[in-house]
C-alpha cells in the first residue's frame, strides 16, 4: 500500500461490487471520499465520505456539485447482464463534461481486457465477447470518450473480476499475458486504482492489473 497525503476523491458506481472496494479502501487509507450512487442511505455514515445521489448518468450537471476541490475521478460504472447498455459511455461522457468545466484533470476508469486492440487476440478476449459482448462494447465507447477527453486518463483493462480478500499480491503492466484462468478480486483491483490516483504511473495508458 502507497502513503501519500490526503486526496478528495469521486467514486463513479460507488454502489456496484467494485465501487465499494474503491471506497472503503480510499477511506482506509485517509482520503475524502464523494460516492455517487443512485439511491440515498447507500452507505453508513462515516467520516471522510459523503454521497452524492446521480440518479441518471445522463446529468453532468448534477455531477459537477461533487468535483470542486477534487483530485481525481474514479469510475467503477459498469453494466450488468447480458442486453445491450450505455452506462459506462453515458456516465463517462457526462463525467468528462463535469471535469472540464470544473477543471478537474484526472480521470481513472476501470474497462476491460479484451476492448479495442486488445480485442480478438487471445482465447480470453473471444470467450469474453462471447458471453457479453454488448457490454464490452458500451468498454470499448466509453474508452474512446476517455482517450479524446483531453483529461489525464488512464484505462484500467482487468481481467475476470472475484470478490476474493486483498491479498496485495497482483502485478500491473500494459503487456501482461492473460489467459483464460487470469482473475483479479476486487479488493485488489480498488488498491491499485487507488494507488494509481495517488502516483500517476499509467497517465495515458492501459494497464492490465491480475494475480
Not at 443512485?38 to 471522510?48: E, Q, V, Y
Not at 457526462?94 to 472540464?100: H, I
Not at 488512464?154 to 503487456?175: C, E
Request: with cysteine; charged share 20%.
Amino acid at each position: 500500500m502507497k502513503q501519500s497525503v490526503s486526496q478528495k476523491l469521486v467514486v463513479l458506481g460507488a454502489s456496484g461490487a467494485t465501487g465499494r472496494h474503491v471506497v472503503f479502501t480510499a477511506l482506509a487509507r485517509g482520503h475524502h471520499i464523494t460516492a455517487l450512487v443512485r439511491r440515498p442511505d447507500t452507505f453508513a455514515p462515516r467520516a471522510g465520505l459523503t454521497e452524492l445521489i446521480w440518479p441518471d448518468v445522463t446529468d453532468s450537471s448534477a455531477l459537477r456539485q461533487a468535483l470542486p476541490g477534487a483530485d481525481a475521478v474514479i469510475s467503477a460504472l459498469g453494466g450488468v447482464g447480458k442486453g445491450p447498455t450505455t452506462v459506462c459511455t453515458d456516465g463517462i461522457r457526462s463525467a468528462v463534461t463535469a471535469m472540464t468545466s470544473a477543471g478537474v484533470a484526472r480521470l481513472i476508469v476501470v474497462s476491460a481486457h479484451g476492448a479495442l486492440e486488445t480485442h480478438d487476440k487471445s482465447l480470453y478476449s473471444r470467450a469474453l465477447w462471447a458471453n457479453v459482448g454488448e457490454r464490452m462494447r458500451d468498454k470499448e465507447a466509453m474508452e474512446q470518450i476517455v482517450t479524446a477527453s483531453g483529461l489525464t486518463w488512464t484505462i484500467v483493462r482487468p481481467p475476470k473480476l472475484s470478490d476474493h480478500a486483498a491479498t496485495g499480491k497482483y502485478a500491473a503492466g500494459t503487456d501482461l499475458p492473460i489467459h483464460l484462468w487470469s482473475a483479479i478480486g476486487r479488493a485488489d483491483l480498488a488498491a491499485f486504482l487507488i494507488d494509481e490516483a495517488q502516483t500517476a504511473r499509467f497517465a495515458h495508458a492501459y494497464p492490465r492489473v491480475t494475480r
